[in-house]
Structures are given as C-alpha cells and as structure tokens.
C-alpha cells in the first residue's frame, strides 16, 4: 500500500493546506516523459483565478475551462472531455461532501471574492504530484488522462471538504488545528481505518515513544508541530482518523457532524477554536490532549467494528488509499 514519498520544501507564506499525493496509483502509468509538456504544447500562462491569490504554486491552464453545476475544471493540456469527466466527478463529490453535512444552504458559503464555483485543477505539466485545497479551489495532479476516475473518490472528497470547511469560515486561512482540519477531511474522505484495535494503538505509542509528544496527535496545531522526519501520511493520518472517529461515533465521544458544522460557524464569526471546540464537542482541547491515549484505548477496547464483515467489506474497497496523504500547512 505504502508508496514512494517526497517532501516538497517551499516557503509558504500563506496559510493554507496542501495534501500531496505520492501515488501507487500512478505507477501503471509512469512515463518520465509525460511531466514534460511537448514543445509545441507548452501551456499558456494565464494569471486567473482564486489559486493564483491564495496559492504559492503558479498554476498555468489553456483558457478552456468545463463549468459544471459546483465545479469549474482548469488544465494546462488535458482534453476538454476529461475535464469534463472530472468536472462531473467533482461535482457528484461535492454534493456527498454538502450530504454529509447536511447542507443545502447554497447562498450561506463564503467563496472568494467574485466566484460561485470551486476552482479544480487537474494540471499534467506540473513536477509535483499533488493534491492541495485553498479556499475555494483545489489543485490534483494527473500523469495521465488513462485512469479509471474512480479510484480518486477517497482524494476529492477529502480536498472538497477542505474546500467545504474554508467555505463555511469564508477566511482565507482554516481555524482549526491540523489535526482537527486533517481529520475532518479524512473522515469526509471516507477514513483511513488504520488504527482499528488497541494494539494498532500500542505499536503507534511504542514507535513514538521518543517524539517529544509521544506521537499525540492532538499537538499538531500547525505544519512545524511534526516532529522531524515524523512519517506523516503513513501514520500521523492514523491517529487523525481514529480522533474523528471518535468524536463521531455514539460509543466514542458521542457527537454528531452538525456540531462540527456549528464548528466551522463559529470559527466563521471568529470564536477562537478552543471556545468553540469546548462549546460544540463539551470538551476542553487541553483536556482533550492529556487524556488522548486513555480516551482512545477505552474507545478502541469498545469498539467491534472489524467483527462486523459487513462494515469491512463496504469499508476496504473504497476508504483505503493506495498512496500516501502528505499534507502542510
Ligand atoms: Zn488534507
């Protein structure tokens, strides 16, 4: 499952969160050649759109976008057929993102000045693979337009409710701690489901033991809370995964998706995230951070999903990545 990693090193002077995809996926399709754009295809550089302001990439497309109904696809070479695949495709994404939350309200989110759509990206010429979310834009990489679409469910969704989030609070910057935003996103995504049992949670606290938070994932507040050379997507997402959960599920801290959405209200009228943590989830995050691993092996000890053939087999095929999430802030 594990695939090749890199780190990109770019001094980001805005906030803002960016998930990069290392992916297997990629791999039946590696052609070193095909990050090169031919020379008489080279893209135009068009300096439009939301990316542009919010972005540290320099994005370029060819002028010919798909509009969809939420989604506006941009590219810098792909066909105008599969930008509007993908323009469906994040589309149908968006709308299971806005039925999660229940949300209908369309006029109530907080796009960027003069936009009404989320701007998607789906650029070939660029070096990085990578998924990112701004507000109100997304940015994933494609080697190639021969892919079978649905293999990225996991990947829009988990952009599109950072997008979702960003809409909500209408700021340019998220509010919300890393691991709260990630987890938030990896839930919406589908989840990861790689801590299932108290001793996933063991192995996690034993390889971290000498992290100077002991692999607590509730001290990630931003990008620099990793600790060097910390394995990120393979397992910090773990433990981000498992802390949604748990705030989710009725044997867990019993909460629902409508307090994550009062949540991201009251970020949007700028109540600091720990007022509106304790006041949507009744609990203090410092309380929350020093309680972690006690809360999480009680929760896990409780917990029988996996004895439950029916919840792994609708889980496995469409919630585990064949990549690794690799996300700054
Ligand atoms: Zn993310």
Known sequence: MQSQKSVLHLSLKLFFICCLIFLSWFGCQKDPASSVPPEDKVPQQIPEGSWVTYSPYKWTHDGEPYFGEYCIVYSDCCSYQFKQKVGLFADEKFVQVL???SF???EDLRYPMDYDKVDVYINRYHPERLAAAWWGSIIITFSSENLYINRHDYLFRHELTHVFQFLIEGHVNLSTPVWFSEGIAIYGGGGLW???DTEDLDQWIARNS???NQGNPICI???DDFPPGADITGYYYNVFDLTMRYFLDPIGLDKSIEDVLGLFYNLRNDVAFPTAFQSNFGLDPETL???YYDRMRTYLADSNWFD???IMDDLVPTSRLEGDIFCRE
Request: charged share 45%.
């Open 99 to 101: 039925d999660l939350f």
């Open 104 to 106: 209908e309200d369309m």
């Open 194 to 196: 790689g801590i299932r």
């Open 210 to 212: 000498n992290d100077p």
């Open 221 to 223: 507040h931003v990008w």
């Open 289 to 291: 951070e020093d309680e």
């Open 308 to 310: 439950d053939s029916q």
